[in-house]
């Protein structure tokens, strides 16, 4: 979802330094970045070190992600140059959507609302959803098997190495939004052919 469906990341990095302002934690825009689409708990893990004890990394990431709904309604978010055309173009041809995210559920769901897009999709996979975040493939992989298709026959989409890591493991073509290792490597999906996705998926 984000920066494959919506830039949200102004949003996030505002929403983080309100939650780790109230706990006294400097972190700065680097950090913040380096650690960009990643689960939580791994992120303060690093950011805490010996403070970053189950109760007080819960207490923070929630209230970061409470900051970041709100900011969400408050502010709004665009879709990403061609992300909304090709949903639909997708979803008329019968193709079946996820969206697979290291993102708390509630985050999916408001952005999506906010977005007008929550009925493109037929499933969700958040956090909550998996215990192992990218690179391993199991968001990819649960978001495949509740849409009830092959692993071979899915297409992910994404703008982080470790998400195409994590395609490449659940045995999924992928395209990549600025990262070169992807099957098809693009800076936008505003850019890719017609015959895209039908080209990363096998005869069959």
């Not at 037929?122 to 092959?150: H, I, M, N, S």
């Not at 600025?178 to 890719?192: I, K, T, Y």
Request: aromatic share 6%; net charge negative.
């Amino acid at each position: 979802m984000d920066g494959t469906l919506v830039d949200s990341r102004g949003l996030h990095w505002r929403s983080w330094q309100e939650a780790l302002a109230a706990e006294g934690v400097p972190v700065s825009e680097a950090q913040f970045l380096a650690t960009f689409g990643q689960r939580n708990d791994a992120i303060l893990r690093g950011w805490l070190g010996p403070g970053a004890t189950p109760e007080r990394a819960r207490r923070i990431g929630e209230a970061k992600e409470a900051a970041y709904r709100r900011l969400v309604v408050e502010r709004g978010l665009a879709p990403l140059p061609g992300a909304a055309d090709w949903l639909r173009r997708l979803d008329e041809a019968g193709w079946r959507q996820a969206v697979a995210s290291s993102a708390p559920r509630l985050n999916l769901e408001v952005v999506l609302r906010v977005l007008g897009l929550e009925r493109r999709f037929q499933a969700l996979v958040a956090a909550e959803d998996v215990t192992a975040g990218k690179p391993a493939p199991d968001v990819f992989l649960t978001a495949a098997a509740r849409l009830g298709v092959e692993p071979a026959r899915c297409v992910v989409v994404e703008d982080a190495e470790a998400g195409i890591e994590a395609a490449r493991r659940a045995g999924m073509s992928s395209v990549g939004l600025g990262v070169r290792s992807a099957d098809l490597a693009v800076a936008s999906l505003a850019e890719l052919p017609a015959d895209a996705f039908e080209e990363l998926v096998p005869p069959g």
